[in-house]
């Protein structure tokens, strides 16, 4: 069966420049998870989906982050004027409710390089 | 401050051997996870723990939850190169529903 899938695999980019990043959520599952993971640093929660709206998006590192999911399923998180700290991986997890009850299944990951 | 401590960072063994991963908090948890994330992958979940005190084991693994939930360890019995891997550990603070991960420890296990 299909798991969560992200695109793109890889994406190098220059300082400035805005990225969007795609996640498919497995089908059914109403919570969706952004997390970053860099270096050393474990996996760092971004913000939360249930349905279409993000009840949480407390671990938005600042105003150039954003995220939005449509029709309950596929996600996009935007990163505006990207620098070179936010080169990472950024992970998608869905879950069929909610992370207290809910498996977090995750994706491979987008591979961001910001030059 | 990282909320979930974890230690070591990085181990090396050699297959056959023995290892114990441990995972610290002052927090309590109502629930806490264990991932294993290979490169290139996102991490896959292991085990879930929500009592204290709770002792749950798949095949070589023994997962361990604290009495008053706020530690976990993983100890893994005569290890395999299979199990190379970064170990993560996972929580939900009591009363939220956010998931805070360790930094995770690198296992290698040589042949």
């Known amino acids: 069966g299909a798991g969560v899938s992200q695109s793109p695999s890889n994406k190098v980019t220059e300082k400035g420049k805005d990225v969007e990043l795609r996640c498919d959520p497995i089908s059914g599952h109403t919570a969706l998870y952004w997390y970053r993971q860099s270096l050393g640093q474990g996996l760092e929660f971004l913000i939360y989906?249930?349905?279409?709206?993000?009840?949480?998006k407390s671990g938005l590192p600042s105003d150039r982050f954003s995220a939005e999911r449509t029709g309950g399923s596929v996600s996009t998180l935007t990163i505006q004027r990207t620098q070179q700290e936010d080169s990472a991986v950024y992970l998608c997890?869905?879950?069929?409710?909610?992370?207290?009850?809910?498996?977090?299944?995750f994706g491979p990951g987008t591979r961001l390089l910001v030059l | 401050t990282q909320l979930l401590e974890q230690s070591p960072q990085f181990l090396s063994i050699q297959e056959g051997e023995n290892l114990t991963v441990y995972c610290n908090s002052s927090s309590v948890f109502s629930s806490l996870q264990w991932y294993r994330q290979e490169p290139g992958e996102g991490p896959v979940l292991l085990v879930t723990?929500?009592?204290?005190?709770e002792v749950k084991k798949l095949k070589r693994l023994t997962f361990q939850f604290g009495d008053a939930r706020k530690d976990s360890s993983l100890h893994i019995t005569a290890a395999q190169p299979g199990d190379t891997g970064l170990y993560l550990c996972a929580g939900v603070v009591a009363g939220s529903y956010q998931l805070t991960f360790g930094k995770g420890t690198k296992l290698s296990v040589i042949p």
């Open positions: 997890a869905s879950s069929l409710v909610s992370a207290l009850v809910g498996t977090q299944y």
């Open positions: 989906f249930q349905g279409n709206s993000a009840p949480d």
């Open positions: 723990v929500v009592t204290g005190g």
